[in-house]
């Protein structure tokens, strides 16, 4: 509190450049790595973790591979955001897009105190396809010779998520999220027409990522060429809250005393 | 349940991109769904039509408040340029006197 009151009469015309949040929603507990079991239909609640086999140390294929040493736990050692992302769209039919995509670092140990350091979806394959040697994970989120959705859900709200898998060339570089909603789901309400401003802008927040990561059991899986491969299957999940925000630029005029 | 700390992300303010309002998003149609395609949030017709001819309204609604702008200046200039209340009453004393003299 300054020792003289300042006056109405020396109030100046302050002009503010901010920007006016228009709604914003807070999304919590979104599984953003999940898998759809085979033949069953899509639950919109319930979420399966993506069962991984991970090669198990000193295991090579063969046509009765040896048994190798199987994992003991799996530890997620980073999540890696690609450049760019994650980044939000309205799309033709009026609705907000979420697009995020990352890869996967973890730090596996075997049960003869090995560690080996696993990149996804870059070490991961398609049970059957070694891809060159140079996968060291297989799951059935890849099937060959689909596209590269791997699960999807929607619900009753108008919100669905898909899961993806990006590739350059032969190579998994990413997994791509994505959450389309209504716009009636942001706090407040966003009309059609506050689409239309020029400086319409988002942000968007991730925060407490966790995990689930569970070593269920030892699994021959199929190498391909008619070889096996002793593998032990993981089944893991990601969570992670995300916050949207949507904003326009404004500019302010105030009548008072600036501090500085 | 395992957490891993540091992994908050901001990308900050980014412009909002915009899809080609003729692309549908394939998650929208996806076949494999079995849930059923979403109910429409509109009409189908009346969505339409506020897709297409938003922008034209837009321009129109902006037309329209040139157009108030400039009728409200026209009212300020008339008030402005309107006799005063003697002079009216000088008009009719002389028209009055006029129409004596002619009887």
Partial sequence: ?260 | MNGLSGSDISTGWKPVSHEDENVTPPEETAPGLQSGPEKPEQAPDSGAIMEQTLPEILKRLDEIRQEIISLRQLVTDMEFCEPSRDMLRRRRKLRKRYFFKND
């Fill in chain 1, 1 to 260: 509190m300054t020792d003289a009151v300042n006056s109405v009469y020396d109030w100046q015309r302050i002009e503010i450049y901010t920007k006016q949040i228009l709604g914003k929603k807070a999304f919590r507990d979104v599984c953003v790595f999940w898998q759809n079991r085979p033949g069953e239909q899509p639950d919109p609640v319930i979420r399966h973790p993506v069962r991984l086999y991970i090669i198990n140390d000193g295991s090579c294929p063969g046509p009765s591979p040896s048994a190798g040493s199987p994992v003991k736990s799996v530890r997620l050692c980073k999540r890696a955001v690609m450049p760019d992302y994650p980044k939000n769209t309205i799309t033709g039919s009026r609705k907000s897009r979420i697009t995020h995509r990352f890869s996967l670092v973890l730090l596996v140990e075997y049960e003869n105190g090995e560690f080996k350091v696993i990149t996804l979806p870059r070490q991961l394959s398609a049970p059957g396809f070694s891809r060159g040697g140079s996968a060291m994970v297989f799951s059935e989120l890849i099937s060959p010779g689909t596209d590269n959705t791997v699960s999807q859900n929607r619900n009753d709200a108008g919100l669905s998520e898909k899961l993806t898998l990006v590739a350059e060339g032969n190579i998994l570089t990413a997994f791509e999220y994505a959450l389309t909603f209504p716009l009636s789901v942001f706090e407040p309400e966003i009309s059609p027409i506050d689409l239309e401003n020029p400086t319409l802008q988002s942000i968007i927040l991730l925060s407490n990522l966790r995990y689930e990561a569970d070593v269920v059991e030892p699994y021959m899986a199929p190498a391909g060429e008619g070889q096996f491969v002793w593998t032990t299957a993981v089944d893991f999940i990601l969570y992670e809250d995300i916050t949207i925000k949507l904003g326009i630029e404004q500019d302010i005029l105030v009548q008072g005393l600036s501090e500085g």
